[in-house]
């Protein structure tokens, strides 16, 4: 059983940057992908970056690409999103997820949760 917490979150003005974290607890972390989604109100919750087990590949939904990294450290059992030059449209719950091996974009493909942090980006 894998446990993850996310910290991070919080309010930004538009333009600025968050760093997210995510640590993990309970399962061999170098065994896991890892992805980031996010939910904002009223909508579905949504693909952000994944990366594979040892941080070689990733992935990202196309309005972060060149804004946002994923990144992990196995040492520390943690993964990372680092979100550059926010937008009001990147505000919502962002949640962290882990599943065996490889990487998905699809949230069910994902055995582990998160809680969530809110992210807020003010105009």
């Known amino acids: 059983q894998v446990q993850l917490v996310e910290s991070g979150g919080g309010v930004v003005q538009a333009g600025g940057s968050l760093r997210l974290s995510c640590a993990a607890s309970?399962?061999?972390?170098?065994?896991?992908?890892l992805g980031w989604f996010r939910q904002a109100p009223g909508k579905e919750r949504e693909f952000v970056a994944s990366?594979?087990?040892?941080?070689?590949?990733?992935n990202y939904v196309d309005s972060v690409k060149g804004r946002f990294t994923i990144s992990r450290d196995n040492a520390k059992n943690t993964v990372y999103l680092q979100m550059n030059i926010l937008k009001p449209v990147d505000a919502a719950v962002y949640y962290c997820?882990?599943?065996?091996?490889?990487?998905?974009?699809?949230?069910?493909?994902?055995?582990?949760w998160g809680q969530g942090t809110q992210v807020t980006v003010s105009s």
């Open positions: 990366i594979n087990f040892n941080g070689g590949r990733t």
């Open positions: 997820a882990a599943r065996r091996l490889f990487m998905s974009t699809t949230p069910r493909d994902y055995n582990y």
């Open positions: 309970g399962g061999t972390f170098s065994n896991y992908a």
